[in-house]
């Protein structure tokens, strides 16, 4: 086997262990389902990068990876958000920051 395959299989297989490990680093079934989703729409949105890079030439490929890059920044603070909003409704804390007075 050549030595690029390799590699790319390295980084693939150390790709599918970080996306293991994020949605089991979930604290309740709901949680590790936003992750598990989460992580679809990563692998999706890199899958159909790395086919616009192989299909599209190259003064359109910035054009491209522009709003990729802005929808997988989007979708990354959607995810974090939501996780986090989920660990506050669990512990119970969200409630107390929304009671406290703001003056």
């Known amino acids: 086997m050549s030595p690029v395959l390799l590699f790319f299989a390295a ?4 790709f599918g262990w970080k996306t293991w490990r994020f949605v089991q680093g979930g604290q309740s079934p709901i949680e590790r389902a936003v992750a598990m989703r989460g992580a679809i729409a990563f692998w999706l949105i890199g899958f159909l990068v ?3 890079f192989v299909f599209v030439p190259m003064p359109f ?4 990876a522009i709003p990729a890059f802005l929808v997988s920044g989007w979708v990354a603070k959607a995810v974090r958000d939501t ?6 409704e669990q512990t119970g804390r969200a409630n107390v920051e929304k009671m406290k007075r703001i003056n």
């Open 83 to 88: 996780r986090t909003r989920l660990r506050e």
């Open 61 to 64: 490929k910035l054009l491209f």
């Open 50 to 52: 790395l086919i616009g």
């Open 11 to 14: 980084v693939l297989v150390w």
